[in-house]
């Protein structure tokens, strides 16, 4: 029996399955391109190929468009970021105390005592704070973001780059280029800079103790984990699954419910990969709040609703 997590965010979408055990069988981490659904079905196509609708026990939905997947999946969790992420990492370290999580478009902080969530913060506002923002540095630079931590490590004399707003760092970076600053100083200049931005705007105010965990895509970075441990002399741990924690979360926390209260799973099947799924949204005039719904329906009619604030569309899914 196996469980499914699926993590939607703006970058990428990220989807795994997990054993009785809770270990990774399966591991996707692909690009969401601003076309969410069809992401997914390229994800559960892979999956079908391999894996019957029988053997899936429960699926669990994390990341800014989890209700928009569940609607799809069907699902059995539908959980928030800071939720899901802490499940997944406490399941590999009860010890732990702080999550440093850094994706394309956003990042955040989870402070956690005695196992339990007891703060936490989000930047998605400021790019130079986010992965996309080395993204664009690397392209500017014409270096491969692969090569861009090696490259952070050889330096001897890092710059220093003005790192609290992404277009100002864009411009300091351009100036270091002109007077000559070699390429590795420049990279260690930038990736000090998105962790004071970090620092000073996601984890101010924040008690960030050991053990901690560096986990997001932007882990993947060593001139990053290199620069965080310089900054608060403290190691960080990057846990194996470090880029898809989000879904292994969601997967955890739906096998728990699943568990707990003996339920079957809402799984719809790995049918979704087939079908043509609509989506259209109207502001709704129930109140002042004139939220913007999101409505989505199956070939079979089925419709789902999601991004009202009082649940009075949602609720009906």
Known sequence: M???????????????????????VESMYLKTKGKPLDIIKEGFKILSDKYEDE?????????????????????????NEITAHAVASLEVDKNLKTIIEIGGQDSKIII????????????????????????????????????????ALKSKNPVRIAGRCAVFAESDMI???????????IVRGLCEALVR?????????????SKI???GGVAANKGMKFAFENELQMELCIPKHYDVMGAIGAAIIARNRIEKQNLITKFKGFKVVSGEINTKSFECNGCSNRCEVVK?????????????RCGKWSNCS
């Open 197 to 209: 931005n970090y620092l000073s705007n996601v984890g101010k105010g924040k008690e960030i103790q």
């Open 296 to 308: 989505i329906a199956n070939k079979d009619n089925n419709s789902g609703f999601f991004g009202d």
């Open 175 to 185: 100036h270091k280029q002109q007077v000559g600053y070699g390429e590795e100083d």
């Open 112 to 151: 956690i005592k005695d196992g339990i969530v007891t703060d936490f913060a989000m930047n998605t506002v400021c790019a130079a704070g986010t992965g996309s923002f080395l993204d664009r540095q690397a392209e500017r630079l014409s270096i491969p973001i692969e090569e861009f931590g090696e490259l």
């Open 55 to 79: 053997q899936i026990k429960a699926v669990g939905t994390t990341g800014s468009g989890r209700q928009i997947a569940s609607f799809l999946i069907g699902t059995d969790a539908v959980k």
């Open 2 to 24: 196996y469980y499914i997590g699926v993590d939607v965010g703006s970058v990428s979408t990220d989807i795994v399955l997990l054993d009785d055990n809770m270990q990774v």
């Open 213 to 215: 965990f560096f986990q």
